[in-house]
């Protein structure tokens, strides 16, 4: 695709329901990234992937996060047993490369609100 | 936490001014980048600049960065209203893959 797809772009969600958040980064990407943005505050890294492999999730909160990107292209963010601090816009990035010095392609993010 | 604080929180002037942004960060840096990001959008890209450069240039953005204060500095020529959005800086250090933000200057132009 021309850019970055992220879908649902928003998802209301009761306490405790899972939620699933997909990532279509662009075709030929090795590098893909999750960040959670809360209101009116930076992207806060979650986690990396190189092609299928999951490399860094540091930044994941908690065991309830999960992330995968089992053909190196798409991936999929999922949130267990969601509660109210997990609602925030949860951004998807793509990097052509490996190297720090290319940019970062974002998609618009999906819209967490947890009730 | 946040690699970098961006200052001021939020700016608002008259198209045709200057708008000029602040970002500070703690640790040393390989690279710094200038991302912006309108109100419920995904960040864009403006302009990268590296540790042992000291100033860069794309169209009417200005980026500075001095390493020895930690600090990096976007100035905006000639402001328009279409530049109202919010502006992160972020930074890659050590053997970090990804960008870590800063907490972002909301830019409001006037018409």
């Known amino acids: 695709g021309a850019g970055v797809s992220q879908s649902p772009r928003y998802k209301v969600a009761k306490r405790g329901q899972d939620v699933a958040l997909r990532c279509d980064p662009i075709?030929?990407?090795?590098?893909l990234f999750w960040y959670q943005q809360a209101l009116g505050q930076g992207p806060e890294f979650l986690t990396y992937f190189q092609n299928e492999a999951q490399l860094d999730k540091s930044g994941l909160p908690s065991d309830r996060f999960f992330a995968e990107r089992p053909e190196g292209s798409v991936s999929t963010l999922k949130i267990q047993r969601t509660q109210q601090e997990d609602s925030a816009v949860y951004l998807c990035?793509?990097?052509?490369?490996?190297?720090?010095?290319?940019?970062?392609?974002f998609g618009e993010g999906s819209r967490l609100t947890v009730l | 936490s946040q690699q970098g604080e961006e200052d001021p929180q939020a700016l608002s002037i008259q198209e045709g001014e200057n708008a000029t942004m602040n970002c500070s960060y703690k640790t040393s840096i390989n690279n710094l980048q200038w991302y912006r990001q309108n109100s419920g959008r995904g960040l864009v890209h403006l302009i990268l600049?590296?540790?042992?450069?000291r100033e860069k240039h794309s169209g009417r953005l200005r980026v500075t960065l001095d390493t020895s204060k930690k600090s990096s500095s976007l100035l905006i020529t000639a402001s328009r209203a279409a530049d109202t959005a919010s502006y992160f800086c972020?930074?890659?250090?050590?053997?970090?893959?990804?960008?870590?933000f800063g907490s972002g200057t909301q830019l409001t132009v006037l018409p």
């Open positions: 990035a793509s990097r052509e490369g490996t190297a720090n010095t290319g940019e970062l392609f």
């Open positions: 600049i590296r540790s042992n450069e």
């Open positions: 972020a930074t890659d250090w050590g053997s970090a893959r990804q960008l870590t």
């Open positions: 075709s030929g990407h090795v590098s």
